[in-house]
């Protein structure tokens, strides 16, 4: 089953089994589950208690729980606020491909938030962003106005 499958079937289950399967250690459970959290979709909204379980799967190098973990320390949602934390999420998510995490940690290199400013490796990582989502593409056309 490729990874468009599974996820699309935890997306299907119900918080019950869905808690079952992130317990057993299904990183595609937690990441769902953690979104779920966050959004308070179907489940009373805990910031606390999603990065809990984005850290379980960030543990085991997912890209997606990488990124969430650095916008919630970006924002200060469910731990404290930490640039230099979120820079670190994005970056290690954005080396391991991850289109959207690319642009967030480029646009962190550009402003020097959490990390020292590199415009060179800043250009770098949104270019690569580009070619690999029209979510990054659309805000390189915004940047760029």
């Not at 399967?21 to 990441?31: C, I, K, N």
């Not at 469910?78 to 995490?101: F, K, T």
């Not at 029209?134 to 915004?142: F, K, L, N, S």
Request: aromatic fraction near 6%.
């Amino acid at each position: 089953m490729g990874v468009s499958e599974v996820q699309a079937n935890v997306q299907m289950m119900d918080v019950e089994t869905l808690e079952l399967r992130a317990e057993d250690g299904s990183t595609a459970a937690q990441v769902e589950l953690a979104t779920r959290l966050r959004q308070g979709r179907g489940v009373k909204r805990n910031m606390v208690l999603a990065v809990q379980w984005l850290q379980k799967a960030a543990e085991q190098d997912v890209p997606e729980a990488l990124y969430q973990l650095g916008r919630c320390a970006e924002d200060g949602n469910g731990m404290q606020q930490d640039d230099r934390a979120a820079a670190h999420y994005y970056r290690e998510a954005a080396e391991a491909g991850y289109s959207e995490a690319q642009y967030a940690y480029g646009v962190c290199l550009m402003g020097g938030i959490g990390c020292p400013v590199d415009s060179a490796e800043a250009e770098k990582w949104i270019e690569s962003c580009s070619s690999g989502a029209p979510c990054c593409t659309a805000r390189i056309g915004e940047a760029a106005r």
